[in-house]
Nanobody
């Protein structure tokens, strides 16, 4: 069973940028659609962005569209989430998740999850 490792979180100010990374051990990400989800304190886990196995198709939540960019480098077995113009409401634990075949915005369709990385946006 493979393992996802997400990293790159931290404490930033509103308007700052941050890049999250999702890598894997024992799992060739080139065969997987990857998504980023997030969970803020007291809230449900919500979809953020997803990208197809070859990077050709991506989707974003309305709340991050135009500010976040999901990309992947299959030669590095890594998927990235570039987050610009961060807002306090982006504060959450961010998780990457992997599934075979097509992309999805639904948590229950992803069997593989990272451990999460905390992003805090505060002045």
């Amino acid at each position: 069973q493979g393992e996802l490792v997400d990293s790159g979180g931290g404490l930033v100010h509103p308007g700052d940028s941050l890049t999250l990374s999702c890598t894997a051990s024992g799992l060739a990400l080139e065969y997987y659609a990857i998504a980023w989800f997030r969970r803020a304190p007291g809230k449900e886990t919500e979809f953020v962005a997803t990208v197809s196995w070859n990077g050709g198709v991506s989707r974003y939540a309305d709340s991050v569209k135009g500010r976040f960019t999901i990309s992947r480098d299959n030669t590095e077995n890594t998927v990235y989430l570039q987050m610009n113009s961060l807002k306090p409401e982006d504060t959450a634990v961010y998780y990457c998740a992997a599934k075979l075949t097509t992309i999805s915005i639904y948590t229950h369709e992803y069997p593989n999850w990272g451990q999460g990385t905390q992003v805090t946006v505060s002045s």
